[in-house]
C-alpha cells in the first residue's frame, strides 16, 4: 500500500517562500510520478507540478511556471520549493502519486493521495 504524508504548508506573506516535502513509502518509486495538486475553497483541486521518479522529467502549471520547483531525493521524498508566493497560491496542497514513466497533469491519473497540507499567503 503506497502511503504519501506531507508537510511543511503554513502560513507566509506574499513574495515569500515555503518548501512542502511528501514523504512516499510502500513501493520502490523508481517507475512512478508524483505529482503535486492544490485546492482553494470553492475550487476543484488542480494540477501544480509532477515529475517523474526514474527520468527525472518535470512539468509545470502555467500559473506556477518560474516560480515552483518540485524535486526528489534518494530517500523516496519529494519536494515542492514554492519561491515569489502569491495570495492566489492560498489552498490546501496534496501529494500524489501513480505508476507510470510519463508525467500527467490529471488528477483523475493519480492513484495514490496524501491528507493534504494547508498553505495561506497574506496579502
Known amino acids: 500500500q503506497v502511503q504519501l504524508v506531507e508537510s511543511g504548508g503554513g502560513l507566509v506573506q506574499a513574495g515569500g517562500s515555503l518548501r512542502l516535502s511528501c514523504v512516499a513509502s510502500?513501493?520502490?518509486?523508481?517507475?512512478?510520478?508524483l505529482g503535486w495538486f492544490r485546492q482553494a475553497p470553492g475550487k476543484e483541486r488542480a494540477f501544480v507540478a509532477a515529475?517523474?521518479?526514474?527520468?527525472?522529467?518535470t512539468n509545470y502549471a502555467d500559473a506556477v511556471q518560474g516560480r515552483f520547483t518540485i524535486s526528489g531525493d534518494t530517500k523516496n521524498t519529494v519536494y515542492l520549493q514554492m519561491n515569489s508566493l502569491k495570495p492566489e497560491d492560498t489552498a490546501v496542497y496534496y501529494c500524489?502519486?501513480?505508476?507510470?514513466?510519463?508525467?500527467?497533469?490529471?488528477?483523475?491519473?493519480?492513484?495514490?493521495w496524501g491528507q493534504g497540507t494547508q498553505v495561506t499567503v497574506s496579502s
Open positions: 510502500g513501493r520502490t518509486f523508481s517507475s512512478y510520478d
Open positions: 500524489a502519486a501513480r505508476r507510470a514513466t510519463w508525467t500527467s497533469s490529471s488528477r483523475d491519473d493519480y492513484d495514490y
Open positions: 515529475i517523474n521518479w526514474s527520468g527525472g522529467r
